[in-house]
Every structure is written in C-alpha cells, then in structure tokens.
C-alpha cells in the first residue's frame, strides 16, 4: 500500500491518538525538539517549505515563531487536517498536496529552510527528494531532516532470559518490505524502505549539500519525569512509552543538518587564481580540496 492510501486510513486515528506540540518543532517520537536541539536557527521571516508535513503541527508553530511556512504531504486528509488546525490556531499557513518528490510546484531557490520530521523513510526515490530540495533552496539555504534510524527500522524485539532486547537480523537488507501500522479501530499497510546512515549521507552528499551535523537524540528520560514534563515532550504516543524499556537504550531518530553550497563558487574561485601569485593560487587551491573533502 502506498503511504497516500495508508494516511488517508489512519489518519484520523493518528491524530487522535498522538499528541504532537504546537509550540515546539517536533523531531520524533520522544526526542528533544527544536527549542532543545536548535538545528534552524532565525526563523522570524525566512520561508520554510515543510516536506511530509503530515497534520501541520511542526508548520503551524513556524508560523507562530514568525517564519513564512508551506506545508506538503502525499495525503490529502492529513492535508485536511492541518488546514483545520492552523485555522484553530489562528496561523495561515498554505498547504499542498503532493509528492516529495516531485516539487515542480515551488519555483527554483524559492525556500530558505526544508524541513521534514519522519516523513523521507516514506519515499522510494530518495535522489531525486534531495536533488528536488536542492533546487528549491536558496543559496546557503539551510536543510533539516530526521527519519526514524536504520537500527530502529531494521530490528525487532527479542527476549532473553527476563529482559528484552532489540535484534537486528540484517542491517544491510535493502529490499523493499511491507509493514502494518494499527490505530484503534484503523488498519494500514505502508511500503518499507530501509536505508543505512551510509545511504542517507551519500545521498545528501551528491544532491550537493554538505553535512554540518549528524544526530542521534537521546530520548527523554520517561521514568524521572512528572506528567506535567512529559507534556512538554513535543511527540509522544503511548506505543512509544509502553517501548520505552528498549527505546532508551538505542537510537530511535537520527537527524541531518546540511548545508545547500552552490557549486560555481569553487569554479570561480579556480577562475580568480589564474591572475594571481604562485603564493596565492597555493593558497586557494588548498581552501578547494578542503572544501571538496566536506562533501566526498
């Protein structure tokens, strides 16, 4: 089943049953969001397109901290959805339905800021959604995105002795798989795209960013907090604390920051030498290869 029909089915459900801040940026279930981990920066008056935006919440409180947002998502009544909320929640903010992967929609360098939270796992192109986010970026634009981590979405739950532990069978195991999402009374069958943390990098890499961090958010500590902290926790879903004996203990999200750096400056820069010293050309030859060994 594709992720459009499986949202279309759960999410109502989802919805209901998860509760996703409209104060702070989520990046996954249990983990520290953006007034924690501080991976956007300035958002007051930049345009931030959101990718997979899902219900809105994470566009919605851009907006609120003054940022120019745009939502995107594959699903239209989770589309629905984030139009009825930021209308509740006084923000106006566009939303589109439509494809990562294809987003002819926005002009070239029309964004400042992508971000997705949990939505790039979903894709079965993923060079063609970061050459899409590339090109939409401004120069210097600013790339932020999390999915959930290989580890987590290659493994499964085993029992030894009286404890439980995550197994994983083969990390290396690329082949597309099936997997069922159940919500109270709700059913979804979504297709399974495992990547590793060498796919994922690579793959930003090439689409020309480069990587300025790379993630893996403990998540919060559940059992030393009080209801009203876990409140605060921007995602959080009771799967999620009834796992949490094992999700402790590995990294559920991982996170990406990259950087969007247009490839004529290194050309021009190549250019500029010719008219200068030996000293000179030394010297930018060797701020080229540095810059060049960011992205390899």
Known sequence: MSAKKGWNIISKSYQEETRISL????????SPGESELKLLGKVKDKDVLEIGCGGGQNAIVLAKWGAKPMGLDISEKQIKYARKLAKKEGVKVPFYVGNMEDLTVFQNERFDVVLSSCAIGYVENLKKTFQEVFRVLRRNGLFV???VHPIANRGRAIRYGKRRYWGIGNYFDRRRRIWTWKTSGKVAKFYGYHRTIQDYFNSVVTAGFVVEKILEPEPYPLTKMSETERKRI???????VKE?????????????????????????TIHDSNTTSSHSLQKKTYYIVKARCMVL
């Open 23 to 30: 104060e702070d940026v989520h990046y996954g279930p249990i």
């Open 145 to 147: 995105f999390c999915v």
């Open 234 to 240: 921007p995602y959080i879903h009771k799967d999620y």
């Open 244 to 268: 949490y004996e094992i999700w402790r203990r590995i990294p559920f999200i991982i996170l990406f920051k990259a950087r969007k750096r247009p490839k004529s400056r290194a050309v021009k």
